[in-house]
């Protein structure tokens, strides 16, 4: 049996020969106000797909994929892949709003044969340059996992069906299955036309893009009977899929009960104000500058708002074990490119309470996101690409969803105790603890002794990000916020800086 499968018992019977010789005190010596007590015994599995993200054309309202894409070379730009690399996304989704009017064979086979749409929710036209094999392509070179959302014939929006010009943009279960085919099919007629010989795998798919969110579309009952037409026919162009259901608005429970035997997951999306009274906001346009005190208080605050949307999720699907996806999920303030309080280091301090929602309820939460991925302008987009040069750069959200990528274990553990002015949750791989420190308070550093419940420490490293709230990171050049990497002092004790964000590593002594 390996580490991570080991009972606690069996745990501190390895350790117990060596915790006596070590100078980190066990928890119980640390009962102090001031302690950080974890309990490390595996309470559920903690998914990687916590930290995709979400890649969209959104036509001229933002540069997005159409500014990652080099014309000229027919490549990726580099400096948008190496930063995507650092961030490591998980998961990659393609699709959005986009998806309900998207017809997949368009953006596909010879460049010069491809054919350029209307982008009808976000204005202008879409070249097509960058499609299936490109999106792929983009994953392989990131090693993120791609998830694709079909066209719903269009989501039962008839607005949709037709563009300006008259040309269909709606799909049925055969488009999807065909995509399917060529995707994964290693025998697929077209794809091989197009000099493709080895398939492109894509293994997850997602039937339904905020179907619920529209009046005189589908309803439920309706788009539960075609959910299960679409699954059918993908699996019969591939029984091994992986497919996503769309579950928001109170669907959950109808759309399980009906087409539940064929979904792996349930879609819901959460693009949310925390400030209910866009009036008084402080955080709209770019009153956030006025008081940033305020400010603060108000985005620590927006966590409630995310806990609240994933437990009313839950009671809709009550008993069913079927797993959330939350396959779209960013700030939604109103305000100059939706809202510049996103550049600020206090919105990357927001953003990281909310990783720690998703952790916490990682028992049943197992895709999700804190952003777009990436555009020219939105400062809700995890990366930032400026045109017609520069570097591209992480945002705020970006930064703290690498910091956890890079540091998190693969169980969930228990905090037991935590001091006044921290939000943490913890994790654990084999014999390494990983905890998720968020120091809630604009300027005061919280001074802690961690301690591991029953036993004693190894050693230990700090990785700290921490700068002034109100720093606003608007370009790629080194900035206010800083990632420093530091050992845990032998006593245990560690003082955790105003506004910062931090991944800690433990290593727990064998045997």
């Known amino acids: 049996m390996n580490e991570s499968g080991r009972t606690r018992r069996q745990f501190l019977k390895a350790v117990?020969?060596?915790?006596?010789?070590?100078?980190?005190?066990?928890?119980?010596?640390?009962?102090?106000?001031?302690?950080?007590?974890i309990d490390p015994q595996p309470r559920y599995e903690l998914s990687p797909y916590l930290y995709m993200q979400f890649m969209e054309p959104l036509g001229t309202t933002d540069g997005s994929v159409a500014a990652a894409w080099d014309f000229g070379r027919d490549c990726w730009r580099p400096d948008v892949i190496d930063v995507t690399r650092k961030l490591a996304p998980s998961m990659m989704r393609w699709?959005?709003?986009?998806?309900?009017?998207?017809?997949?064979?368009?953006?596909?086979?010879?460049?010069?044969?491809?054919?350029?749409?209307?982008?009808?929710?976000?204005?202008?036209?879409?070249?097509?340059?960058?499609?299936?094999?490109?999106?792929?392509?983009?994953?392989?070179?990131?090693?993120?996992?791609?998830?694709?959302?079909?066209?719903f014939e269009s989501d039962g929006r008839k607005y949709w069906e037709k563009d300006p010009k008259g040309s269909v943009r709606s799909a049925g279960p055969e488009e999807a299955a065909a995509w399917v085919r060529y995707c994964n099919d290693p025998d697929d007629?077209?794809?091989?036309?197009?000099?493709?010989?080895?398939?492109?795998?894509?293994?997850?798919?997602?039937?339904?893009?905020?179907?619920?969110?529209?009046?005189?579309?589908?309803?439920?009952?309706?788009?539960?009977?075609?959910?299960?037409?679409?699954?059918?026919?993908?699996?019969?162009?591939?029984?091994?899929?992986?497919?996503?259901?769309?579950?928001d608005s109170g669907w959950a429970k109808q759309m399980l009960e009906i087409a539940g035997e064929h979904l792996q997951y349930i879609a819901f999306h959460h693009m949310f104000n925390p400030d209910r009274d866009r009036d008084k906001s402080p955080l709209?346009?770019?009153?956030?500058?006025?008081?940033?005190?305020r400010t603060w208080e108000h985005l620590m605050n927006a966590h409630k708002a995310q806990e609240a949307r994933i437990r009313w999720m839950l009671e809709q699907v009550g008993d069913d074990p079927t797993p959330l996806a939350l396959?779209?999920?960013?700030?939604?303030?109103?305000?100059?490119?939706?809202?510049?309080?996103?550049?600020?280091?206090?919105?990357?301090?927001?953003?990281?309470?909310?990783?720690?929602?998703h952790e916490r309820h990682g028992d049943?939460?197992?895709?999700?996101?804190?952003?777009?991925?990436?555009?020219?302008?939105?400062?809700?987009?995890?990366?930032?690409?400026?045109?017609?040069?520069?570097?591209?750069?992480?945002?705020?959200?970006?930064?703290?969803?690498?910091?956890?990528?890079?540091?998190?274990?693969?169980?969930?553990?228990?905090v037991q105790r935590t001091p006044d002015g921290l939000d943490v949750t913890a994790s654990r791989t084999g014999d390494r603890l990983y905890l998720h420190?968020?120091?809630?308070?604009?300027?005061?550093?919280?001074?802690?002794?961690?301690?591991?419940?029953?036993?004693?420490?190894?050693?230990?490293?700090?990785?700290?990000?921490?700068?002034?709230?109100?720093?606003?990171?608007?370009?790629?050049?080194?900035?206010?916020?800083?990632?420093?990497?530091?050992?845990?002092?032998?006593?245990?004790?560690?003082t955790f800086p105003a506004a910062s964000v931090s991944a800690v590593e433990l290593d727990v002594p064998t045997a």
């Open 95 to 151: 699709g959005g709003c986009f998806s309900s009017y998207y017809r997949w064979k368009e953006a596909v086979g010879p460049r010069d044969r491809r054919i350029p749409m209307h982008n009808m929710c976000w204005g202008g036209l879409d070249t097509n340059q960058v499609g299936t094999v490109e999106f792929i392509d983009f994953c392989r070179q990131v090693e993120a996992e791609p998830l694709m959302c079909v066209n």
């Open 284 to 293: 709209r346009d770019t009153e956030y500058r006025k008081d940033p005190a």
């Open 364 to 414: 049943r939460l197992k895709i999700a996101t804190l952003a777009d991925f990436c555009g020219t302008r939105w400062q809700v987009n995890a990366i930032m690409i400026p045109v017609p040069g520069g570097r591209s750069f992480m945002m705020p959200v970006a930064r703290v969803m690498s910091l956890y990528r890079h540091h998190s274990g693969e169980q969930a553990v228990t």
């Open 189 to 247: 007629k077209l794809r091989r036309s197009h000099g493709i010989e080895k398939p492109c795998p894509m293994r997850w798919w997602q039937i339904g893009n905020e179907t619920s969110y529209a009046r005189n579309a589908f309803n439920c009952e309706t788009a539960a009977q075609k959910t299960i037409a679409f699954a059918k026919a993908m699996r019969q162009a591939d029984p091994d899929l992986t497919l996503i259901g769309w579950g």
């Open 437 to 494: 420190v968020v120091n809630t308070n604009r300027q005061r550093s919280v001074s802690t002794q961690l301690a591991i419940d029953g036993m004693a420490l190894a050693a230990g490293r700090v990785f700290e990000l921490a700068g002034d709230p109100e720093h606003e990171i608007i370009h790629a050049q080194p900035n206010g916020v800083t990632l420093s990497e530091k050992a845990l002092p032998s006593d245990g004790r560690w």
């Open 327 to 357: 396959t779209e999920c960013h700030f939604a303030l109103p305000g100059r490119n939706r809202c510049e309080v996103l550049s600020s280091w206090a919105a990357g301090v927001a953003n990281a309470r909310l990783l720690n929602v």
């Open 16 to 37: 117990g020969a060596t915790a006596a010789a070590l100078t980190i005190p066990p928890a119980y010596a640390a009962r102090g106000a001031n302690a950080l007590v």
